[in-house]
């Protein structure tokens, strides 16, 4: 490290990871377009641009590995050896080795030599198996000065790339005159106004203590909004409306400055895709689309794990081997489509299929089966509400033991991992023509939109983006049907649940006058409530370590009346309140 701080090593690996991301999706373009140039030249790009940093570093192994792959692809570019299929299966895994080193560099650990049989298996046996060269590197003092693309054309020549032939020599050139020299500081151009960089690297805890200023601001500014009916003075009210724009502006700001294209996650998938595949001797196109939509950083990476786990269960469990596909008319190549949009102040993220479907039916067997769920109660499932049993702890339709998570065997992680995020999962599906599993969360889970509803003087937030409509409630409208409250809603059937009720509250001193129409998932229910007081944006906060477990509740704020609101969890709201009816009914 330098002293002024600068960390090249630290730079390498985010700068690396990144590259790799890249790579996976690369190679797997490549092995589809063999003959795509550009896509052969980025790849060679990718490797040579980490060898060259890894050369930067002193890491020989990672310097080997990626030279032995630069051999390969020089093979192919000169006509030598084509790409083959253990081509790209040594590039997939120099791409996994190479990701496991700049694990093992971020744990401060040694890189260990690479086995020369894989660096054989990577170069091809019938590349051109050329020694691996080790530059000498003349390290600067100053590492601010860093450049690799500089660094690399100090070593192979601006514009070359090692391997092609070496441009011819330049004709001499006319003695130029003398010219005053130059002072040190100037013998590196200076880059032009359009080749100046625009972005600049900055640590996410500086912007996550911006985001948390800027949530003590909202809260500020919603307490004046509260007040300002009562301040009756024109020029305060001109100074609050005035400080509620550029707030509002401020916070747009810094929240797309936390904003990243979900495709920073997307670009792992066609490689996983296409090792699972080829694992299990399936044909599968992956189709990806929407990386450009954006979201909160904390979000993107919150994302991966239960991404994975869904794109890995379509390919092992919905997609049907080629033979099947074949007999049933389907072409023998599967396809998954993995596809991210925004649809206001939240994004949708859809894992489909177009496999063999999920058996609603077989299902709900297996959840009476296994003791998940009476038989009576089953019974009474729709069959969107069946399809919402395999989130279940525990459950699966599968038998046999697979490497592979089974569809249903860890469903109920993917789901509670979403409702950390303050989003839902939703589960469509046609037998013999495939599933989609959508995801939705917030763009942000720093500042949440809320629907604010009172029950004597406590006041409770529910996530907009799980509101659907506010209706006026009249008890007379509700019905009884198999011991739980119906609202007839425009011919649409929906559970009741009495906000009073569920928190064990006595009747109030008015009975509740507003339902509020709720999504969880698949089903929609109705909420009473005593009053609505309106949208407003809160700044979520953790709970109190004694509430903090509690079924229903997911956080707890400030709102503009200086009132404290817990933040409702709908889902686990829904959850625990038809436990509690289920219970009572057994119970009679």
């Known amino acids: 490290m330098s002293a002024d701080g600068y960390d090249a090593r630290a730079d390498f690996l985010v700068e690396a990871r990144e590259i790799l991301d890249r790579l996976g999706e690369q190679v797997v373009a490549l092995e589809q377009q063999p003959g795509d140039r550009a896509t052969l030249d980025a790849v060679f790009r990718g490797f040579h641009t980490i060898k060259g940093g890894a050369g930067f570093l002193d890491l020989p192994p990672m310097v080997h590995l990626c030279h032995a792959f630069e051999d390969r692809i020089d093979a192919a570019r000169s006509g030598t050896c084509e790409l083959d299929a253990a081509a790209f299966d040594g590039a997939q895994r120099a791409v996994d080795i190479l990701l496991d080193m700049l694990d093992g560099l971020c744990r401060g650990e040694e890189l260990d030599e690479v086995d020369p049989a894989l660096l054989q298996q990577v170069r091809g046996a019938d590349a051109a198996a050329a020694p691996v060269a080790e530059a000498a590197f003349d390290m600067p003092d100053d590492l601010d000065d860093l450049d690799f693309d500089a660094l690399l054309d100090s070593l192979h020549g601006e514009g070359a790339i090692p391997g092609a032939a070496p441009p011819p020599p330049p004709k001499p050139a006319p003695a130029p005159k003398p010219a005053p020299a130059k002072p040190a500081a100037t013998e590196k151009p200076a880059l032009a106004p359009a080749e100046a960089e625009h972005t600049v690297r900055v640590d996410v805890r500086r912007l996550d203590a911006l985001v948390n200023l800027v949530g003590e601001l909202v809260l500020a500014r919603n307490r004046l909004k509260t007040l300002r009916p009562d301040l009756h003075d024109e020029h305060l009210d001109r100074a ?66 239960p991404l994975v786990h869904l794109v890995r269960n379509a390919i092992d469990h919905g997609i049907e081997m080629p033979a099947v596909r074949h007999a049933v008319g389907k072409p023998e190549q ?57 989130f279940l702890p525990g459950f699966s339709t599968r038998t046999e033991v697979s490497d592979l998570s089974g569809r249903g065997v860890g469903m109920d992680v993917v789901q509670s991992k979403i409702r950390e995020l303050s989003g839902q999962v939703q589960i469509q599906s046609e037998l013999g023509r495939g599933s989609r599993f959508i995801i939705r969360v917030p763009l942000t889970l720093a500042i949440l939109p809320t629907l604010l509803v009172e029950l004597d003087d406590d006041v409770y937030a529910l996530p907009l983006v799980r509101v659907i409509e506010v209706v006026t409630h009249d008890d007379s409208q509700v019905m009884w049907m198999d011991g739980q409250k119906i609202l007839d809603l425009r011919e649409r059937p929906l559970p009741v649940l009495s906000l009073r009720e569920w928190l064990g509250k006595g009747k109030g001193v008015t009975d509740a006058t507003r339902g509020v129409v709720l999504q969880a998932g698949e089903q929609r229910f109705c909420m009473l409530v005593d009053h609505v007081l309106g949208r407003e944006e809160v700044v979520i906060k953790a709970l109190p370590r004694s509430l903090r477990g509690l079924p229903g509740y997911a956080g707890a704020s400030l709102v503009g009346d200086g009132r404290m609101a817990l933040i409702l969890d709908v889902d686990a709201l829904l959850e625990s309140a038809q436990r509690g009816s289920s219970a009572t009914a057994r119970s009679r």
């Open 240 to 305: 609050v409306t005035a400080l509620d724009t550029v707030t509002a502006r401020l916070q747009g700001a810094v929240m797309s400055a936390r904003m990243q294209p979900v495709s920073r996650v997307f670009t792992r998938f066609p490689k996983l895709a296409r090792d699972v595949a080829r694992q299990l001797d399936k044909q599968v196109e992956l189709v990806v689309e929407g990386g450009d939509t954006e979201l909160d950083r904390n979000l993107v990476e919150a994302l991966a794990d």
């Open 334 to 390: 599967g396809r998954v489509r993995l596809a991210a949009q925004q649809e206001g102040d939240h994004v949708a993220i859809e894992v489909s299929d177009d496999g063999a479907g999920i058996d609603a039916e077989t299902i709900r067997r297996s959840a009476i089966r296994k003791g998940l769920i009476d038989s009576e109660s089953a019974g009474r499932l729709s069959e969107d509400e069946c399809l919402s049993l395999l």
